[in-house]
């Protein structure tokens, strides 16, 4: 991830901004006058598209976890056992956005607006926030591309 900063006519801000979010994946675009007052200034973050195998399908990214009912029960234990105030490492986060996301996967084949899948969405972005990323991707593919990369190191 990158950031970008513009100096440009005010008359060319949509253009420009069109154009890199045709050539990048890009997050909210902070928008200033020039000190002179004549010229806009502007910052983005941005990172290169991924390409498609940057993304792992969720049956990719999920072959090998162990069942819903298993990692319901491991966020469970987990959550039991931290003490009140314990600051949460990652993998829980990782392993509950996970965990979300494919149980709104499964409510989905009913109904694409549920509650499991806003629930699944604010997870992941959640976990963009801890790894310190703008919502600059789908966050529910950034889940699954963590997971599947957790998984592949072990």
């Not at 993998?91 to 996301?101: C, G, P, S, T, V």
């Not at 591309?145 to 190191?153: E, M, P």
């Given at each position: 991830m990158f950031e970008i900063r513009v100096l440009c006519d005010p008359a060319d801000a949509n253009r420009v901004t069109t154009a890199l979010n045709a050539a990048f994946t890009t997050g909210d675009v902070r928008q200033y006058p020039t000190r002179d007052g004549k010229r806009t200034r502007f910052y983005l973050t941005a990172d290169h598209r991924?390409?498609?195998q940057d993304w792992p399908t969720p049956e990719q990214a999920y072959a090998d976890a162990p069942s819903i009912n298993s990692e319901i029960g491991w966020t469970a234990r987990f959550l039991a056992d931290a003490g009140c105030y314990t600051e949460l490492d990652r993998?829980?986060?990782?392993?509950?956005?996970?965990?979300?996301?494919?149980?709104a996967l499964l409510d989905e084949q009913d109904a694409t607006d549920c509650d499991a899948t806003e629930?699944?969405?604010?997870?992941?972005?959640?976990?963009?926030?801890?790894?310190?990323?703008?919502?600059?991707?789908?966050?529910?593919?950034?889940?699954?591309?963590?997971?599947?990369?957790?998984?592949?190191?072990?």
């Open positions: 991924p390409t498609p993998e829980f986060y990782l392993r509950k956005a996970a965990l979300l996301d494919r149980i629930t699944a969405y604010a997870a992941a972005v959640f976990l963009l926030d801890i790894d310190q990323f703008g919502v600059i991707c789908d966050p529910r593919a950034y889940v699954r591309q963590q997971y599947a990369l957790t998984l592949s190191d072990q």
